[in-house]
């Protein structure tokens, strides 16, 4: 996709936020012994319009958590975040030693990006493959829903990540886990089950570990007890920031990971954003996606337009989250002083995006002058503006 053009790239063609609605309400008077008017000639008044939700949101001051020596995890949901109905997040912390048990998601993939540290993950898929892998910052994993799968720090510095699952309602505390179902299965069936004595399970915790403190991990990836178990070739990996498909702008870049780079990942795009200081990222849609951004670094102001006049803007820092409804109108501006760096999901396997620039470049400038009141050279200039992050 590296020569590809830009247009192609993000499947431009762009955004309508100078809509206007005008409601008019014409009442007949009805005199005594007439019909009534028909619903035609006797509209009834438009209904008024709901304001728009709050879409900013602190995930690392959530008080949906989980707190223990092993590590750390904090979540929004739409309990705790109502307007984000089709993607949740995670964001959590191992310590060394730590690791996040064996467990496994039956209502949602999960998606990660590593923010510090190194993680080793593995996980089985239904054809009986398995992988062990290693993930530094920036490395995104990628598990679909159901795979077994479990997270480990390694090393003697801790890590931690962002995890990002394809439904709003999903929530890490509503995951299987192991011990969680072998502490409450009997052990006479945990017996027959391993072929280990059922005095190995009576004295098990009667809980979920969730996350457990356990041996510094080793920096070698050690071997499965059962080797014979195919590899899968780490399928489930991607180096984002150094092989996602990257476009750069004025005021900064994307880089965009897709099913078409990492097939595995086919509920979800992920997107990697730097905004420079003062840079604007310009006003556009998502036709095919609702968009779910986490804030890595900096101070920004995100400005929405829900249709009928409805525009709210919200500002957002560093361990903040927003959503941005599927066709809402959008621009990102960055108002601080240092760089503005997000990582972004869309819930869909492929990239699109529709700017307003270049939709208003797509048609005649008699047209677009027309609309707004403007002189023809006025409207063909903005073919000359800049795009993307300006």
Known sequence: MGTTSRRDFLSATSLTTMGAIIAATGINAITPGTAAASPANNPKPAPAQEELEDFVFDITNSKAGWKGEGGSALEATVAEFPVSQSIAGVAMRLNPGGFRELHWHSIAAEWAYILEGKV?????????????????????????????????????????????????????FGTFSITDWVSHTSPNILARNSGLPASTFAALPKKELYIGKGKIASQTPPRNMDAAISNSFSSHKFRMETDGVKQKFNGGYIKVVSSTEFPIQNTLTALRMNIEPG???????????????????????????????????????????????QGYGHYIENTGKE???????????????????????????QLVADHFGITTDQAQSIVKHQTGIF
């Open 120 to 172: 080793r993950t593995t996980v089985i898929t239904p054809g009986g493959t398995t992988s062990t892998d290693e993930f530094e910052v920036g490395d995104i994993w990628y598990f679909p829903r159901g795979y077994g799968h479990a997270l480990q720090c390694v090393g003697d510095k801790p890590c931690s990540f962002l995890l990002g699952f394809d439904n709003g309602h999903f929530s890490e």
């Open 279 to 325: 840079a604007i990222r310009e006003l556009h849609w998502h036709p095919n996606a609702d968009e779910w951004q986490y804030v890595m670094s900096g101070q920004g102001r995100v400005s929405i337009f829900g249709s009928h006049g409805r525009v709210k803007t919200m500002d957002y820092g560093k361990g903040m989250v927003s959503f941005i409804k």
């Open 339 to 365: 760089e503005l760096k997000l990582l972004v999901l869309f819930n869909s396997p492929i990239y699109q995006e529709l700017t307003l620039n270049e939709w208003l470049s797509s048609n005649p400038d």
